[in-house]
C-alpha cells in the first residue's frame, strides 16, 4: 500500500524559507518522479516541481529562482524549499507521485495529505 | 503553458443524472490527461489516466474520452458520494497544468 505522508512548518513570515518534507511508504523511488503542488482558491492547482531518484529535477519556470527539491532516497523521502516567501505563496502544498516507464510518464496518481502553509507577519 | 480550459466551473445535477465535464488545452497533448475528483479538505484523486483509462477501484459510471485537445469526463448516473469538484490535468507538456475545476452540486 503505497503512502505520501507529508509534514512541515505551517506559518511563515514574509522573507523566510518554506520547507516542507514528504515521506514514501510502501514503495521505492525509483521508477518515479515525485512531485510537488500547491493550491489555491484563487489560482487553483499549480504544479511546482518534481525530482527522480536520479535527482533530476524539473521545475515551474513561475518558481523556478526561488524553488529547490531535493530526494534522500536512503529515507525515501523527498523535500521542496522555496525561498522569498510572500502572502501569495500561501497555500495547501501537497506531495505526489508519478509513474514513468520506458515509454513515457503518466498522470500523478498518488498524493499527500497536503499541508496548509500560511505566509503572514 | 498549455492552458486547461475547463467546462462548466459549477453545475447543479441531482442523483441519477448524467454529468459531462469538458476539458479544452491550448495546443495537442495527445492523450496525456487524467481526471482527478476532490472533496473539501482533502486530496485530489485520481479518476481517469490516458484520457480513458479508469483508475483501479473507481466505479465504472466514471468514464473519460478524448484526444488531442478536446476532453471529457463522464458520470453516467451521478451518486450521492459523487458531489465534488473536478479537475484535468495535462502532462504532454512542461510545466503539467490544471483546469480550473468543475463543482459539482446538488440541485
Known amino acids: 500500500q503505497v503512502r505520501l505522508q507529508q509534514w512541515g512548518a505551517g506559518l511563515l513570515k514574509p522573507s523566510e524559507t518554506l520547507s516542507l518534507t514528504c515521506a514514501v511508504y510502501?514503495?521505492?523511488?525509483?521508477?518515479?518522479?515525485w512531485n510537488w503542488i500547491r493550491q489555491t482558491p484563487w489560482k487553483g492547482l499549480e504544479w511546482i516541481g518534481e525530482i527522480n531518484h536520479r535527482g533530476d529535477t524539473n521545475y515551474n519556470p513561475s518558481l523556478k529562482r526561488r524553488v529547490t527539491i531535493s530526494a534522500d532516497t536512503s529515507k525515501n523521502q523527498f523535500s521542496l524549499r522555496l525561498r522569498s516567501a510572500t502572502a501569495a505563496d500561501t497555500a495547501v502544498y501537497y506531495c505526489?507521485?508519478?509513474?514513468?516507464?520506458?515509454?513515457?510518464?503518466?498522470?500523478?496518481?498518488?498524493w499527500g495529505q497536503g499541508t496548509l502553509v500560511t505566509v503572514s507577519s | 503553458d498549455i492552458q486547461m480550459t475547463q467546462s462548466p466551473s459549477s453545475l447543479s445535477a441531482s442523483v441519477g443524472d448524467r454529468v459531462t465535464i469538458t476539458c479544452r488545452a491550448s495546443?495537442?497533448?495527445?492523450?496525456?490527461l487524467g481526471w482527478y475528483q476532490q472533496k473539501p479538505g482533502k486530496a485530489p484523486k485520481r479518476l481517469i489516466y490516458g484520457a480513458s483509462s479508469l483508475q483501479s477501484g473507481v466505479p465504472s459510471r466514471f468514464s473519460g474520452s478524448g484526444s488531442g485537445t478536446e476532453f471529457t469526463l463522464t458520470i453516467s448516473s451521478l451518486q450521492p458520494e459523487d458531489f465534488a469538484s473536478y479537475y484535468c490535468l495535462q502532462h504532454n507538456t512542461y510545466p503539467p497544468t490544471f483546469g480550473q475545476g468543475t463543482k459539482v452540486e446538488v440541485q
Open positions: 495546443q495537442g497533448i495527445r492523450n496525456d
Open positions: 505526489a507521485r508519478r509513474y514513468c516507464d520506458s515509454a513515457r510518464c503518466y498522470t500523478l496518481d498518488y
Open positions: 510502501g514503495e521505492s523511488f525509483s521508477g518515479f518522479t
